[in-house]
Each structure stands twice: as structure tokens, then as C-alpha cells.
């Protein structure tokens, strides 16, 4: 469906969204003045990203869809994940445009065809495995956040393999937030007190840990 963009609140008043809203900060060229897209179906929006072309890329976790968003016609495409209930959480885009999202509610994670939409699931090796967020170095290898398990994860979509390694906060650290910065990955583990912050370089395969020192 094409959606028209609708104003948010004046200047200097907190908008208010409801559920199934796309939110632009200032998709209608006046900044402080947000913009919305909605869908009745686009439940539970989550984790926007852009690619290379400008399209916005979000995960629906509550819809157990992935959507897709023209900022420029307002067109909004939303597809179903094969897998049910699977949560479709944390995305990213590769080099090539094909975005990548874990899937939160199972062991897996998967891509989609940004033209045609084709969600195609790959199956993580262990079933305990619940990926959260996901990373992505310059190599385009994906990295992910098992939050069940207290892993971080390896997936190379150009030969399949994963390989997995142990966080150092242990089974129960949850790992969470994930980034990489200059093919280095960075995550928080969520649920070590105090919080903790990693470091993991993919060439030694070494882990550096730094206590955030407001606990988190």
C-alpha cells in the first residue's frame, strides 16, 4: 500500500504515534516536525535501517514480518517470515543491498531479495540459539547476539559456515547490542552486573571486556 506521510506534533511538542507507524524525523522537511507512514498491519515496527538506495528496511517482531518503506512515494511492502512466530528483530544490509535480520523467537536467521521481497531462512546449529541483534563486517560475514545461550555468532553467507564463541560473561550474560566498526565487534552483555562491554577481534579471535561504569 502507498501511504501519505502525516505531520506529527508543532515544535516543541512530543508527537504521539500509534502502533503500525513509520517514523521520519523530518520526512516532511521541516526539522522537529516528525512525519508517519502508517499500516494497519505493521505491527510491532522495529529496527530501522537504510540501504544503499535510500529504502528504508524494518523488522515487524510482534507481526513476524519484514518491511520495506519508498520514503520518496510513501509505497510500504510488508511480507510474512516462513517461519511462524519467529520475531524478526535485529537487520542489517550488506554491500550488495540484501538485507539480513535474526530471527528472535527461533535458531535462525535469514535474508531478503530487495526486489523481490523472497525471505530465504538459514537454520543456526544449535536449537537453543535465539540471535537478537546482528552485525556485519566489511567482509559482509554477519555476526549475531545469541541472547539465550550467551554466545556471539559467525555466519558466513557466502559458504554457509557458522562458528560460535563463548561470551566472556558466560552462559547467562545475554548478550545484546552488537555492532562492528572497522572490522571489529562490539556488543553489550546485558545481563552481567555491572554491564559489561566486549571486544572481539575477528583476526585473533580475542575478547576484550570493559565494566560500564554507570552498571547499566
Not at 509505497?75 to 539480513?100: C, E, F, H, M, Q
Not at 560475514?141 to 561470551?167: C, I
Not at 572497522?182 to 575478547?207: G, Q
Request: aromatic share 10%; with cysteine; hydrophobic share 30%.
Amino acid at each position: 500500500p502507498r501511504a501519505t506521510p502525516t505531520p506529527g506534533a508543532p515544535p516543541g511538542k512530543t508527537p504521539e504515534f500509534p502502533a503500525g507507524s513509520v517514523v521520519s524525523p523530518a520526512a516532511n522537511g521541516s526539522p522537529g516536525c516528525p512525519s508517519e507512514w502508517r499500516n494497519p498491519a505493521a505491527r510491532d515496527p522495529h529496527t530501522p535501517i537504510f540501504d544503499q538506495k535510500g529504502t528504508l528496511w524494518f523488522t515487524l517482531q510482534g507481526a513476524n514480518m519484514v518491511g520495506r518503506l519508498n520514503p520518496q512515494t510513501g509505497d510500504i511492502k510488508l511480507v510474512t517470515a516462513p517461519t511462524p512466530r519467529s520475531n524478526p528483530y535485529g537487520i542489517v544490509v550488506d554491500s550488495k543491498g540484501t538485507p539480513w535480520f535474526v530471527q528472535f523467537g527461533t535458531n535462525k536467521l535469514a535474508s531478503i531479495n530487495p526486489t523481490t521481497m523472497e525471505i530465504k531462512e538459514y537454520t543456526l546449529p544449535n536449537a537453543e540459539t535465539r540471535p537478537r541483534r546482528i552485525a556485519i563486517t566489511d567482509d559482509d560475514v554477519l555476526w549475531y547476539a545469541d541472547y539465550s545461550r550467551g554466545y556471539l555468532g559467525r555466519f558466513d553467507p557466502k559458504s554457509g559456515a557458522t562458528k560460535e564463541y563463548p561470551s566472556p560473561g558466560g552462559r547467562e550474560s545475554q548478550p545484546y547490542g552488537i555492532t562492528a566498526v572497522k572490522d571489529i565487534v562490539w556488543y553489550s552483555e546485558s545481563a552481567v552486573s555491572p554491564n559489561t562491554l566486549v571486544r572481539f577481534d575477528p583476526k585473533t579471535e580475542k575478547f576484550q571486556t570493559w565494566i560500564i561504569p554507570s552498571g547499566g
